[in-house]
């Protein structure tokens, strides 16, 4: 990479100062070789399509102002007698047909000039914004590189996106699959202000994600109340709605193996939609519009996780549509980028969540409860530990099979989140066996919550529990505290696991406390 010798300022004042002599020098050819038939007056021309491409328009239009300036200036001295002597062709008195031919000349001379000028700014422009659009997606492909996490991955896009549109601010709406809404949360107001936007509306928003194209969005053409929402929110009079998307990897499963000849989509390639007309396979019905928005939202080859809304209501630039469709191939750009964030957070996911019921797996479980002794020391804060057993679980397993089985715990397990805080830490510690955290919970108040839980196990009804020993499912439950029962993360666990084996050899279906 080599370094100019001369700063660009300097630079640019030169190439002024070059091209302001060459007209010079070429108006003074003009005058020595014939005046409106000289050659000469061609090189002009040349010279607006130099100072457009390497000067800015201003310089373009001003050069060509001064082409335009000296050779009538010249000609005009030697028309009216004050340079005769240094003219090589002899000079004539200017009647009228002379005037009109030299106007006539004059005006399309003028055209020219101006004409070129337009067009080799039009064209520099455009080349200019071509090459900063590349530049751009390759700064964004090296940042999006060293970047796996879904929020750093959207931030990194968002900038990009509001530097590369020039736009004042650039705010990003998630989608929210299970609750079917648009999430804008503007952190400039006090408090955090949250406006939640359901698909099924018809608006801007829901159409942009829907469709998974650019929507422009006017303060004087609202259509919906949550677009005069989101603009008074942001302050903003004029908006552009730009969807994110993943990088679709794999095709319609349905489609590709479809081996109804009837169906109106055998042998495309394109791919369907369940919403589209005539594209369906028969005995595909959609009862209403809701089953419909969830199929979408299920469907594979849904990929919008997103939206972008740009602030476009600057007067003095205003977004061209060359300006949309490069934000959008930026934006087509990054969907890899999305679909390995999104990859990596299902796999992390995946990694400390059961498969079966969806609570933490044992090894998060441990992580978690280490990390709260450690907080609960230096707070000098009581933590409570519940063990807790399904009795007879094997009887039961033996009965109905293993995949009732699998049905009895998720069961089990939604009744455990449904009753039990936030805060609250569940965890399937293996087998038949769970492990609830309660935070900042003292050992009397744990075990007032334990005897409540089994007591609702108890009278919960679950899928043929009458061939269980009771005639009924039931739960025992071990009790360990910090720092009661010890002070570190293994002497609890410990000591609960000591109580729920005290509660087993008791009979069962009972709450026992180290």
């Given amino acids: 990479r080599r370094e100019l010798k001369f700063p660009a300022a300097d630079l640019k004042k030169l190439a002024v100062l070059q091209i302001f002599l060459d007209q010079i020098t070429l108006a003074l050819a003009v005058y020595f070789s014939g005046g409106c038939d000289s050659p000469f007056i061609y090189f ?176 004087r053409t609202l259509t919906s109340e949550y677009e005069a929402s989101v603009l008074k929110a942001l302050g903003i009079k004029r908006a552009l709605a730009l969807p994110i998307m993943a990088a679709s990897l794999r095709p319609c499963y349905e489609y590709f193996n479809c081996t109804d000849t009837e169906c109106a989509a055998y042998g495309k390639e394109a791919g369907r939609c369940w919403q589209v007309a005539s594209t369906h396979c028969k005995g595909r019905v959609m009862r209403n519009i809701i089953e419909k928005l969830d199929a979408c939202l299920a469907c594979e ?76 020391k230096r707070y000098q804060r009581p933590v409570s530990l519940l063990m807790m057993d399904i009795d007879y679980f094997k009887n039961y397993n033996d009965a109905h099979g293993h995949p009732q089985g699998d049905i009895l715990l998720k069961k089990l397990a939604e009744l455990m989140k449904e009753n039990l805080k936030d805060t609250d830490v569940v965890a399937r510690y293996g087998g038949e066996e769970f492990a609830i955290l309660l935070l900042e919970t003292a050992k009397d108040q744990a075990e007032q919550i334990a005897e409540r839980l089994r007591n609702m196990i108890e009278w919960c009804r679950f899928p043929k529990e009458t061939t269980q020993p009771d005639g009924k499912l039931t739960v025992s439950i071990g009790l360990g505290a910090f720092p009661d029962d010890g002070d570190t993360a293994e002497q609890v666990l410990h000591a609960a696991d000591e109580a729920l084996y005290k509660a087993k050899e008791a009979g069962r279906n009972r709450v026992v406390s180290a």
Avoid at 50 to 75: D, E, H, N, R
Avoid at 178 to 206: M, Q, W, Y
């Fill in 44 to 219: 002009f021309i040349f010279h607006i399509v130099i100072s457009g491409i390497i000067l800015p328009w201003k310089y373009t239009f001003a050069f060509g102002g001064l082409a335009i300036f000296f050779p009538a200036l010249v000609m005009g001295l030697k028309h009216i007698g004050l340079l005769p002597h240094y003219g090589i062709f002899k000079n004539e008195p200017m009647i009228f047909a002379d005037l009109t031919v030299m106007a006539s000349y004059g005006i399309v001379f003028i055209s020219t000039i101006f004409l070129t000028a337009y067009f080799v700014t039009y064209l520099s422009r455009k080349l200019y914004q071509k090459r900063e659009e590349i530049r751009r997606l390759y700064a964004l492909s090296e940042r999006l590189r060293s970047s796996i996490r879904l929020t750093e991955v959207i931030e990194i896009i968002e900038k990009e996106l509001c530097g590369f549109a020039h736009a004042c601010s650039c705010i990003y709406m998630p989608l929210d699959k299970e609750r079917r809404v648009l999430v804008f949360n503007n952190k400039s107001a006090s408090g955090g202000e949250e406006i939640n936007i359901p698909l099924l509306d018809r608006n801007s928003f829901t159409e942009a994600i829907m469709k998974g194209c650019a929507m422009s969005i006017d303060q």
């Fill in 301 to 376: 080859l849904f990929t919008p996780v997103g939206l972008y809304v740009l602030d476009t209501s600057r007067e003095h630039m205003p977004l061209e549509e060359f300006d949309i469709n490069a934000c959008m191939r930026l934006l087509d750009a990054s969907g890899l980028a999305v679909s390995n964030a999104l990859l990596y957070e299902k796999t992390m996911e995946l990694s400390k969540t059961d498969g079966l019921t969806g609570l933490k797996n044992h090894r998060e479980f441990k992580e978690a409860f280490s990390a709260e002794i450690l907080r609960a």
